[in-house]
T-cell receptor
Framework: DSGVTQTPKHLITATGQRVTLRCSPR?????VYWYQQSLDQGLQFLIQ???????AKGNILERFSAQQFPDLHSELNLSSLELGDSALYFC???????????????FGPGTRLTVL | AQKVTQAQTEISVVEKEDVTLDCVYE???????LFWYKQPPSGELVFLIR??????QNEISGRYSWNFQKSTSSFNFTITASQVVDSAVYFC????????????FGTGTRLTVIP
């Protein structure tokens, strides 16, 4: 158990809908990262938050957004869903943003999103 | 630009055999970090090791060992005396020392250990 929790574990929805994925980082971790794992794109970085502020963006679609709350949990919002958004979405957390070093990231169990 | 290549898509070995998973990386940064993660059939990503670019010492942890060679930009992972529980997809990842600290993953190597 990495200490990172994600809910829900599975999500099935229809095209055009909007969903919210939730992540709670390990106790003490200030950084949260979101990744998408799909068959055609592999594991891709989406976005990073540090202590409530957006820190870095990767290949995140405009239809997707995220935020990190004062209690450090994070939510990833996916809207106008398309079939191609079906994937496993991981949240990861790490201790620091890595100003002096890059720390290992600990991953949650993932949320499997199926868009029908 | 950064890139991680895992040329071996799938490997099958018989239990107790040794197996090496290859990882080749590209980066322009002089400071970077390399990682290996394991994804068992249950789907979670399990952290195995982190290595920074200044430390080329090989590392051994039980049946696992890692060989980091900057001259060939490789960070290979060897499992000695493989076991069925080692069956998983293994990902090599790179994080550059400047800018964002996100992980760039390779495409993974699926290891199957046959009893």
């Amino acid at each position: 158990d990495s200490g990172v929790t994600q809910t829900p574990k599975h999500l099935i929805t229809a095209t055009g809908q909007r969903v919210t994925l939730r992540c709670s980082p390990r106790s003490g971790d200030l950084s949260v990262y979101w990744y998408q794992q799909s068959l055609d794109q592999g594991l891709q970085f989406l976005i990073q938050y540090y202590n409530g502020e957006e820190r870095a963006k990767g290949n995140i679609l405009e239809r997707f957004s995220a935020q990190q709350f004062p209690d450090l949990h994070s939510e990833l919002n996916l809207s106008s869903l398309e079939l191609g958004d079906s994937a496993l979405y991981f949240c990861a957390s790490s201790v620091t943003p890595g100003l002096a070093r890059v720390n290992e990231q600990f991953f949650g169990p993932g949320t499997r999103l199926t868009v029908l | 630009a950064q890139k991680v290549t895992q040329a071996q898509t799938e490997i099958s070995v018989v239990e107790k055999e040794d197996v090496t998973l290859d990882c080749v990386y590209e980066t322009r940064d002089t400071t970077y970090y390399l990682f290996w993660y394991k994804q068992p059939p249950s789907g979670e990503l399990v952290f195995l090791i982190r290595r920074n670019s200044f430390d080329e010492q090989n590392e051994i942890s039980g049946r696992y060992s890692w060989n980091f060679q900057k001259s060939t930009s490789s960070f290979n992972f060897t499992i000695t005396a493989s076991q069925v529980v080692d069956s998983a997809v293994y990902f090599c990842a790179l994080s550059e020392g400047t800018g964002a600290n996100n992980l760039f993953f390779g495409t993974g190597t699926r290891l199957t250990v046959i009893p």
